[in-house]
């Protein structure tokens, strides 16, 4: 099984040279840790930049050098800065080529839900509703189950929907799945340690299973 | 021609009572502090304000919160507020969850003189309720109108005395847009210059956006997030 680590770090993998990426919130902030140094990625981050580098040393924090989480952060050499609309235009664009966030459900025809835990949590949608509804590649990476172990993979998402029909992978700490145009989560790959039975058992929408599936390789 | 006031106080004179206010600024980044400061001086209330976020309990908006100044929030992201929400719960603040893309165009469309606009985000969920819908070569867009605000609010980093402005780094986010499209645009500046200091190719916002400017001062530039790495 994964940690939040192994997962950030599986995603990587999908990531390729001359990509334009946004980080959603969470783990997948932590995916910009893991990509290869060989290849050549460019962050976008929706409150105005390209070219999101690490967090600065102590004592040379910005407050005008934020990400999308309000952390502080650096630029890279080639960074731009644009504002909120031109932001939100070339993510609706289709020019951000890979979208990688959390979620709190996914469907098994690839809605997800998000934002919201109606009477609980609603803290509002951020830029989470643009980037589902634009992106062609959009990953999730998520736990595989909730706090009290119920499957967030499901026939029908019963939370707030952020989006219809938009995911197209999933990432958990047991697997890698596809999410098929006809409906349905492929499986790619198991975690380290993780059988088809534990997947099986975790997951309540329809699950595809073809063949031998491999063990992730990390 | 100068747009020059003297001050925050003087900015803000003529905003009353509910009024709709566009307030610049993503997280606490880019706030115009000194403005939000005045108008909480100035006490004036039933306001609809049109930010991306809330600020925090005791920065930002979450000041103007704190006085029960605002009746209306249009927003995109207000968790890091806890007044905010405990109001929100409560039914005492109205409140309208934009998609952030759709909060930012809907600002760039009143700037750009359009009506409306067509945007996917929002599209199958809750935000699409009461809204047309139309399709256009193949893909589903709702359509959301343009924002109708009596003044717009924003921080530059510097600005002349024709109302030029100049943002820095993210601190431009919202600011930039919103400049553009108040009946009237509010601008604070941390360094007002004259006219020719600036570079014209190097100018973020026209000056015929901007009706009136002043300097800025005491700007705490809070950071929301301290987030370091270790040198090795």
Redesign the interface.
């Known amino acids: 099984m994964l940690d939040k680590e192994g997962i950030a770090k599986r995603i990587a993998k999908e990531i390729k040279d001359g990509y334009y990426v946004n980080l959603g919130i969470g783990i997948p902030t932590l995916v910009a840790n893991y990509i290869p140094h060989e290849i050549d990625v460019v962050l976008q ?5 390209l070219g999101m580098g ?5 004592g ?8 999308a ?5 650096t ?1 890279l050499p080639g960074s731009a ?5 031109m ?3 070339m ?2 664009a289709k020019k951000v080529n890979l979208t990688i966030l959390g979620a709190m459900e996914v469907s098994e025809n690839g ?1 997800i839900a998000s934002w919201k835990i109606p ?1 609980k949590m ?9 980037l589902v ?2 992106a062609e590649n959009i990953i999730v990476a998520m736990q595989h189950t909730n706090k009290a172990g119920e499957s967030k993979l499901l026939p029908k998402c019963m939370l ?6 938009c995911v197209k992978k999933i990432v958990t700490e047991l697997g890698v799945f596809d999410v098929l145009p006809e409906g349905g989560f492929k499986l790619l790959e198991r975690a380290p340690g993780v059988s088809v039975k534990d997947i099986k058992k975790a997951t309540a929408g329809k699950l595809i299973i073809e063949g031998e599936i491999p063990e992730m390789i990390i | 021609m100068n747009k020059v006031v003297n001050n925050a106080d003087e900015a803000i004179n003529d905003i009353k009572d509910g009024m709709t206010l566009m307030l610049g600024g ?5 706030l115009p502090e000194n403005c939000i400061a005045a108008l909480v001086k100035k006490g004036v209330k039933e306001l609809t304000c049109i930010s ?1 976020n809330a600020g925090v309990d005791d920065f930002g908006i979450g000041l103007m919160l704190k006085q029960r100044q605002v009746k209306k929030m249009i ?6 507020n806890a007044e905010f ?1 405990r109001q ?2 409560s039914g005492e603040l109205e409140v309208e ?1 934009v ?7 809907r ?2 469309a009143a700037g750009y003189g359009m009506p409306a606009i067509f ?9 699409a309720i009461g809204k047309e819908i139309r399709n256009f070569n193949g893909k589903d867009y709702l359509m959301e109108m343009a924002f109708d605000a009596d003044f717009a609010i924003v921080k530059a ?1 510097k600005g002349d005395s024709m109302g030029n402005l100049v ?11 919103m400049a553009m499209a108040g009946k009237i645009t509010i601008a604070e500046v941390e360094e007002l210059v004259k006219p020719g200091e600036l570079d014209p190719d190097h100018i ?1 916002t026209p000056g015929i956006y901007v009706h009136r400017i002043f300097q800025g001062k005491n700007y705490e ?11 090795i």
């Not at chain 1, 800065?81 to 609309?85: G, K, L, P, T, V």
């Not at chain 2, 780094?169 to 930039?176: D, E, I, K, L, P």
């Not at chain 2, 530039?221 to 040198?231: A, F, G, L, N």
Request: charged fraction near 20%.
């Open positions: 981050s929706e409150n105005g930049m690490p967090f600065p040393f102590e040379e924090e910005d407050a005008d050098v934020i990400n989480g309000k952390q502080t952060i630029m800065i644009f504002d909120s609309a932001s939100f235009g993510i609706r809605d009477g609603v803290k509002g949608m951020g830029g989470a509703m643009d509804a634009s707030p929907l952020t989006g219809i029909n | 993503f997280g606490l980044c880019g991306n927003s995109s992201y207000v968790g890091e929400e929100l719960l969850l998609p952030q893309g759709t909060l930012a165009t600002c760039m945007t996917p985000a929002g599209i199958g969920t809750e935000v980093w943002y820095r780094a993210t601190a431009r986010n919202f600011n930039a847009v973020h530039k809070r950071i929301e997030q301290r987030t370091v790495r270790k040198r």
